[in-house]
C-alpha cells in the first residue's frame, strides 16, 4: 500500500474523477488519508464541517396554506368568490352566504385531493441512515452513518447496508446486491482492480454504492461520496428535477373550464347589457348577472371528480393496485405506453432451475418461485430419480451456502439467489440439504470467487471422501476428464456437444452452471484447494432463470388489444431480456444497451424509443430519457420500478407505478400507484378500472351540464322578454348541489361497461366531450329551457303566486334531471342495457332527493328560506309530463345516434 506524501496537504476536495478507473492506493493518495490508520478524529471533524452530515437535502413540498389557496384561485371558483362579493355588497347576505360556502366546501374537497406525500427524498435519506463501522486514528469506532465524510474508512461485513459510495480497498469473497440502484438480477462479485474509465454504473465491480446491501464476504472501502454527493443523492436531485406532471385529466378539465368561463362571461355581460338596454335597474341586472353565473358554473363538479377518483382508487385496491394521487386513477385509462421493470414484475423474480442435463439427456423442472413445490420430468413423464441425475441435484444441493424456509406462508430464501434455486430443484427431487448434509459431512470449502469462477465443497461419505464442484462452463469444463453416465458409471466426454448445450440453454436466457465431482481419500491434514481441483467427472449441466409470470403474459396480450405498447426496461443483460421477451409476447428483434443509448442524439432516441421495446443494462438517467422521448412523441407513459434507480423516471412519468412487495420505499414515495402483489397483470386490471372512471366522468359531466346550461337560458330568457326571474340564485344554489350528490354522484358508481379493453387509448388532443354528447347536451338544456321557462309562465298566467311558480321551476329542473340520469347511465345503449338494479346507488339518489323535494315544497322553514310555496297535484302531473317528455325525446336521440355511428364504421 502507497501511503501519502507527508509533504503533501492533506484534500477531501478531490476533482470529479474516475473512481473506479484508479487504483485504490491513489484514491487513498487524492484524499489524503492512509488505509492502515484511516482519519483522525479532528481531520474527520473538519470534513464534517465543510461537507456536512452523510444524508440527503430534504426539499420542502408545498405548504399547506398554498395548496389550500391554489383551490380557490381556480378560474370558476373565482367567479363564484366574486359573485359572493357583488350579492353581499348589495344586501343580499343569505345568498352571498350561502355562495361562499360552496366556495370553501369545495376549496377543502380539493385541498385533500392535492395534499399527496412528497416522501421521496425523506425515503432516500433513511436508506443512507444507518450504523457503521469505520477505522479512524487507528482504532475500529462504531458511528452513525450520517458521521462519515470523504476519506473514511469503511468495513464491510455480510448483512450491511453500505453507507456511502465506496471506492474498494480490500475484498474477501465481498458479494453486493446492487439491485435498487442498477437493476442486476444477480449478487454482484466485487473486486478492488482498477477499471477503464468507460464503464458503466452496473460493472464497477471495484465500487460499492450507498443503500446497497452486502450479501456474502468482508471488504473495507475508502468513502468518496458522502449525501447529495453519492449515486444515491444524484438520483434524489432528479426526483427533485422531475416536475409534477399535470395529468391528462386534469389538463382536459382545466380546458373544459377555460371554455366554460368564457362563455358564461360572454353570456352574462350579453344578458346585462341588454336588460339595461330595456331599461332594468342596475341592481336587478346585477342580480340576473349572479343567477347566471351561479346557474351555469357547475358547483358539483370538483366534488363529483374527487369522489368518482376515490371510488376508482377503492375498485382498484381490490385489484391490488393501491393509489396515491387519485388523478393518476383516470391517468391510467388514457396510457398509451407502459414502461415495465423485467425483474419481479415480468418476471417472478426468483430464479428457479429450469432444466438439468445428465448423461446426454434434458430434464425439465416444473415450479414456480422458491416453493418446492413440482415434478423433474423427462420426455413429459415422472423422471426417475437415480444415477446421474440423482448425484446432480446431490452436487447441487450440498456445493451451497444458501438455505430455504417457509414464514408466514411464504418461502423465503437467505443467500445467493442461484444457490437457493439448486435446494429447491433437490427438494423437488425428494432430497432434502439438510438430511444430505448429515449423510455427507462438509470437511472443507473453497467460496466462490470472481477469479477462479466456481465454488467446491469436500464431503465424508460412504467411507469416501468426494469433493463437489459448480461454476462457470468455460472455467470447469476444460477440467473435467470424464463425464457420469445414467446408471452413475464414468463415459469418455464429449467437449464440444456439451458446449453446443450449454449454448441452447444460454439463448433462451438462462444462466447456465457445470457440476462436477471428484473422489478423495481424506487424510488427517486434508486441506481443500485450488490446485486440488482437477481431473473431474461431469455430472451435468443446470440451466436456471428468473421465469416470467403466467398472469403477465395474458395481461400483455390484452394491452396490445387495447392499444397499449408495452416495453421492457432492465438493468438485467440483453442475452435475459431478450429470451424474457420473446416468451411473454413482446417484440424481441432487437434490444438496446445503455451504452448504445447514450450515443444517441434526442432524435435518434426519439426513434428508438417508439421502434425497440427491450432496453437493458439501463441507468437511471437513461429511463429519464427513455420515460422523456416517449413522452414528446406525445405518448401518455406508465412506468413500473421498484429501486432506488427507477425514482426519476416514476416520477417523471405520468403515472409512475411501484411494487409493494420487492419494491424500496424511495420508489413507492415517487409513484402514484403501487402493486401490492407486484404482478404486471394488476397494471393490466388498473388501467381497465381507469377506464372506467373516466367513462363515469363523462357521464356526470354530460349529466350535469345540461342544467347549468339550462338555468342560464332560462335567466337570460327572462331578461330577453323582460320577465321576472323563474329561479333565484339561492334556488339554483340549491338544485345544483343536492342534485350533484344525490342524484349526479351515483354515476361514479357505475359498473365497467362492455367492451372497455377492446378500445384503443383516447388521444391527447381528444376533448371531454365529442361533438355527438354536445349536441345532447344542447338538446337537454333547451327542454329544460322550455319546460321551466314554460311551466313557470302558465303557472303565472293561471293566477298562482310568483312563489309557487319559481317552486314549479324548481321542481321542473330536478325532475327533468331525476330522468335524464337513466339516460346517462349509458351514454351509447339504452339505460336498461346497463341493469335496472346494478347500480342501487342510482334508486337511493333518487328516493332522497325525492324527500328534500318535498321538504322545500311544504316545509314553512324551507319556504321561508328559499322563496318557495306549496303546488297541488295538477302542478305535480304537469312537472311529471314534462320530465317524461324529455327523457323520451332524449332516448330517441340517443337511438338515432347509435345508429348513425354504426353506419359510419
Given at each position: 500500500?502507497?501511503?501519502?506524501?507527508?509533504?503533501?496537504?492533506?484534500?477531501?476536495?478531490?476533482?470529479?474523477?474516475?473512481?473506479?478507473?484508479?487504483?485504490?492506493?491513489?484514491?487513498?493518495?487524492?484524499?489524503?488519508?492512509?488505509?492502515?490508520?484511516?482519519?483522525?478524529?479532528?481531520?474527520?471533524?473538519?470534513?464534517?464541517?465543510?461537507?456536512?452530515?452523510?444524508?440527503?437535502?430534504?426539499?420542502?413540498?408545498?405548504?399547506?396554506?398554498?395548496?389550500?389557496?391554489?383551490?380557490?384561485?381556480?378560474?370558476?371558483?373565482?367567479?363564484?368568490?366574486?359573485?359572493?362579493?357583488?350579492?353581499?355588497?348589495?344586501?343580499?347576505?343569505?345568498?352571498?352566504?350561502?355562495?361562499?360556502?360552496?366556495?370553501?366546501?369545495?376549496?377543502?374537497?380539493?385541498?385533500?385531493?392535492?395534499?399527496?406525500?412528497?416522501?421521496?427524498?425523506?425515503?432516500?435519506?433513511?436508506?443512507?441512515?444507518?450504523?457503521?463501522?469505520?477505522?479512524?486514528?487507528?482504532?475500529?469506532?462504531?458511528?452513525?452513518?450520517?458521521?462519515?465524510?470523504?476519506?473514511?474508512?469503511?468495513?464491510?461485513?455480510?448483512?450491511?447496508?453500505?453507507?456511502?459510495?465506496?471506492?474498494?480497498?480490500?475484498?474477501?469473497?465481498?458479494?453486493?446486491?446492487?439491485?435498487?440502484?442498477?437493476?442486476?438480477?444477480?449478487?454482484?462479485?466485487?473486486?478492488?482492480?482498477?477499471?477503464?474509465?468507460?464503464?458503466?454504473?452496473?460493472?464497477?465491480?471495484?465500487?460499492?454504492y450507498a443503500g446497497t446491501t452486502v450479501v456474502a464476504g468482508q471488504g473495507s472501502g475508502l468513502v468518496?461520496?458522502?449525501?447529495?454527493?453519492?449515486?444515491?443523492?444524484?438520483?434524489?436531485?432528479?426526483?427533485?428535477?422531475?416536475?409534477?406532471?399535470?395529468?391528462?385529466?386534469?389538463?382536459?378539465?382545466?380546458?373544459?373550464?377555460?371554455?366554460?368561463?368564457?362563455?358564461?362571461?360572454?353570456?352574462?355581460?350579453?344578458?346585462?347589457?341588454?336588460?339595461?338596454?330595456?331599461?332594468g335597474s342596475a341592481f336587478d341586472m346585477f342580480i340576473a348577472a349572479v343567477a347566471l353565473a351561479v346557474g351555469a358554473i357547475p358547483e358539483g363538479l370538483p366534488a363529483a371528480v374527487t369522489v368518482t377518483l376515490a371510488i376508482g382508487v377503492a375498485r382498484m385496491a381490490?385489484?391490488?393496485?393501491?393509489?396515491?394521487?387519485?388523478?393518476?386513477?383516470?391517468?391510467?385509462?388514457?396510457?398509451?405506453?407502459?414502461?415495465?421493470?423485467?425483474?419481479?414484475?415480468l418476471t417472478e423474480n426468483a430464479m428457479t432451475v429450469r432444466v438439468l442435463w445428465c448423461a446426454g439427456e434434458g430434464y425439465a423442472v416444473g415450479g414456480h418461485g422458491y416453493a418446492p413445490e413440482g415434478a423433474i420430468t423427462h420426455d413429459e413423464m415422472p423422471a426417475d430419480i437415480d444415477g446421474a441425475l440423482r448425484e446432480a441435484l446431490i452436487a447441487g444441493a450440498l456445493c451451497n451456502d444458501a438455505s430455504l424456509?417457509?414464514?408466514?406462508?411464504?418461502?423465503?430464501?437467505?443467500?445467493?439467489?442461484?444457490?437457493?434455486?439448486?435446494?429447491?430443484?433437490?427438494?423437488?427431487?425428494?432430497?432434502?440439504?439438510?438430511?444430505?448434509?448429515?449423510?455427507?459431512?462438509?470437511?472443507?470449502?473453497?467460496?466462490?470467487?470472481?477469479?477462479?469462477?466456481?465454488?467446491?465443497?469436500?464431503?465424508?461419505?460412504?467411507?469416501?471422501g468426494v469433493v463437489y464442484v459448480k461454476g462457470a462452463l468455460e472455467r470447469l469444463l476444460p477440467l473435467c476428464v470424464d463425464r457420469l453416465s445414467a446408471n452413475g458409471q464414468p463415459l469418455p466426454i464429449d467437449r464440444a456437444a456439451i458446449e453446443k448445450v450449454a449454448c441452447a440453454y444460454a439463448e433462451q436466457g438462462m444462466r447456465v452452471l457445470l457440476l462436477a465431482r471428484r473422489d478423495f481419500n481424506f487424510g488427517q491434514n486434508f486441506r481443500l484447494t485450488v490446485e486440488g481441483i482437477e481431473k473431474l467427472t461431469l455430472i451435468g449441466l443446470v440451466g436456471m432463470i428468473d421465469p416470467p409470470r403466467k398472469a403477465a403474459i395474458g395481461a400483455i396480450r390484452n394491452c396490445h388489444s387495447a392499444g397499449i405498447r408495452v416495453k421492457m426496461i432492465t438493468g438485467d443483460h440483453a442475452v435475459t431480456a431478450l429470451a424474457i421477451a420473446r416468451q411473454i409476447g413482446l417484440n424481441a428483434e432487437?434490444?438496446?444497451?445503455?451504452?448504445?443509448?447514450?450515443?444517441?442524439?434526442?432524435?435518434?432516441?426519439?426513434?428508438?424509443?417508439?421502434?425497440?421495446?427491450?432496453?437493458?443494462?439501463?441507468?437511471p438517467e437513461q429511463k429519464l430519457r427513455l420515460v422523456g422521448a416517449l413522452q414528446a412523441r406525445g405518448e401518455v407513459v406508465a412506468m413500473t420500478g421498484d429501486g432506488v434507480n427507477d425514482a426519476p423516471a416514476l416520477k417523471q412519468a405520468d403515472i409512475g407505478i411501484a411494487m409493494g412487495l420487492a419494491g424500496t420505499e424511495v420508489a413507492k414515495e415517487a409513484a402514484a400507484m403501487v402493486l401490492t402483489d407486484d404482478?404486471?397483470?394488476?397494471?393490466?386490471?388498473?388501467?381497465?378500472?381507469?377506464?372506467?372512471?373516466?367513462?363515469?366522468?363523462?357521464?356526470?359531466?354530460?349529466?350535469?351540464?345540461?342544467?347549468?346550461?339550462?338555468?342560464?337560458?332560462?335567466?337570460?330568457?327572462?331578461?330577453?322578454?323582460?320577465?321576472?326571474?323563474?329561479?333565484?340564485?339561492?334556488q339554483i344554489l340549491w338544485i345544483n348541489m343536492t342534485t350533484a350528490v344525490l342524484l349526479?354522484?351515483?354515476?361514479?358508481?357505475?359498473?365497467?361497461?362492455?367492451?372497455?379493453?377492446?378500445?384503443?387509448?383516447?388521444?391527447?388532443?381528444q376533448p371531454v366531450l365529442d361533438s355527438g354528447l354536445i349536441r345532447r347536451i344542447v338538446l337537454v338544456s333547451f327542454l329544460l329551457l322550455a319546460g321551466a321557462f314554460g311551466l313557470f309562465l302558465l303557472e303565472l298566467d293561471q293566477g298562482h303566486s310568483l312563489a309557487e311558480a319559481r317552486t314549479v321551476a324548481v321542481n321542473v329542473f330536478v325532475m327533468v334531471e331525476a330522468a335524464y340520469l337513466f339516460n346517462c347511465r349509458s351514454l351509447t345503449r339504452s339505460f336498461w342495457s346497463q341493469g335496472l338494479f346494478s347500480n342501487p346507488w342510482i334508486w337511493a339518489g333518487l328516493g332522497s332527493m325525492l324527500a328534500l323535494q318535498l321538504a322545500m315544497t311544504y316545509l314553512p322553514v324551507?319556504?321561508?328560506?328559499?322563496?318557495?310555496?306549496?303546488?297541488?297535484?295538477?302542478?305535480?302531473?304537469?312537472?311529471?309530463a314534462v320530465a317524461l317528455l324529455c327523457s323520451t325525446l332524449i332516448g330517441l336521440e340517443k337511438h338515432l345516434a347509435a345508429r348513425l355511428a354504426r353506419r359510419t364504421t
Open positions: 500500500m502507497a501511503f501519502p506524501d507527508p509533504a503533501l496537504p492533506v484534500s477531501d476536495d478531490a476533482p470529479d474523477l474516475a473512481w473506479h478507473a484508479d487504483t485504490a492506493e491513489a484514491a487513498a493518495q487524492r484524499l489524503g488519508v492512509d488505509h492502515a490508520t484511516g482519519l483522525a478524529d479532528d481531520e474527520a471533524a473538519s470534513r464534517l464541517t465543510r461537507h456536512g452530515p452523510n444524508s440527503l437535502t430534504e426539499r420542502p413540498g408545498k405548504p399547506a396554506w398554498r395548496r389550500f389557496a391554489d383551490q380557490v384561485m381556480q378560474p370558476l371558483v373565482l367567479v363564484l368568490v366574486a359573485a359572493g362579493a357583488i350579492t353581499g355588497a348589495l344586501g343580499e347576505v343569505v345568498d352571498a352566504s350561502v355562495i361562499f360556502g360552496v366556495v370553501i366546501t369545495n376549496a377543502i374537497i380539493g385541498y385533500w385531493q392535492e395534499a399527496k406525500a412528497e416522501g421521496a427524498l425523506a425515503a432516500l435519506a433513511r436508506s443512507v441512515t444507518t450504523p457503521v463501522t469505520v477505522r479512524r486514528g487507528g482504532q475500529r469506532k462504531q458511528l452513525e452513518a450520517t458521521q462519515l465524510v470523504p476519506g473514511d474508512i469503511v468495513m464491510l461485513a455480510a448483512g450491511d447496508r453500505i453507507p456511502a459510495d465506496l471506492r474498494l480497498i480490500q475484498q474477501h469473497e465481498l458479494h453486493t446486491d446492487d439491485s435498487m440502484l442498477t437493476g442486476e438480477s444477480q449478487p454482484v462479485t466485487k473486486d478492488i482492480a482498477a477499471l477503464h474509465p468507460d464503464t458503466v454504473l452496473a460493472d464497477r465491480l471495484n465500487m460499492a468518496i461520496a458522502t449525501g447529495d454527493a453519492t449515486e444515491t443523492g444524484r438520483i434524489a436531485g432528479l426526483i427533485a428535477a422531475a416536475p409534477d406532471l399535470v395529468t391528462p385529466l386534469t389538463r382536459k378539465m382545466a380546458t373544459f373550464s377555460n371554455w366554460l368561463l368564457w362563455a358564461i362571461g360572454g353570456l352574462a355581460l350579453l344578458t346585462v347589457g341588454v336588460g339595461l338596454a330595456r331599461g381490490k385489484r391490488r393496485a393501491i393509489i396515491r394521487h387519485l388523478p393518476a386513477v383516470e391517468t391510467l385509462g388514457s396510457t398509451t405506453v407502459i414502461c415495465s421493470d423485467k425483474t419481479g414484475t424456509r417457509h414464514e408466514h406462508g411464504q418461502w423465503k430464501i437467505t443467500g445467493d439467489p442461484t444457490e437457493a434455486a439448486l435446494i429447491v430443484a433437490a427438494r423437488k427431487g425428494k432430497l432434502d440439504e439438510h438430511t444430505l448434509g448429515k449423510l455427507f459431512p462438509r470437511r472443507d470449502v473453497l467460496p466462490f470467487d470472481a477469479t477462479r469462477q466456481f465454488m467446491a465443497t469436500a464431503h465424508e461419505g460412504d467411507g469416501q432487437k434490444a438496446l444497451t445503455g451504452r448504445e443509448l447514450a450515443q444517441l442524439d434526442d432524435t435518434a432516441l426519439g426513434e428508438a424509443a417508439h421502434s425497440v421495446d427491450v432496453f437493458a443494462r439501463v441507468e404482478n404486471f397483470a394488476s397494471i393490466e386490471a388498473a388501467v381497465e378500472e381507469g377506464r372506467g372512471v373516466w367513462d363515469n366522468l363523462v357521464k356526470f359531466i354530460t349529466w350535469t351540464l345540461p342544467t347549468n346550461f339550462g338555468e342560464g337560458l332560462v335567466i337570460v330568457a327572462a331578461i330577453l322578454f323582460g320577465s321576472t326571474l323563474p329561479i333565484t340564485p339561492l349526479g354522484l351515483p354515476l361514479a358508481f357505475e359498473p365497467i361497461e362492455r367492451g372497455v379493453m377492446r378500445r384503443a387509448p383516447r388521444r391527447l388532443d324551507m319556504n321561508r328560506l328559499f322563496q318557495t310555496a306549496p303546488i297541488g297535484l295538477m302542478e305535480w302531473a304537469e312537472i311529471v
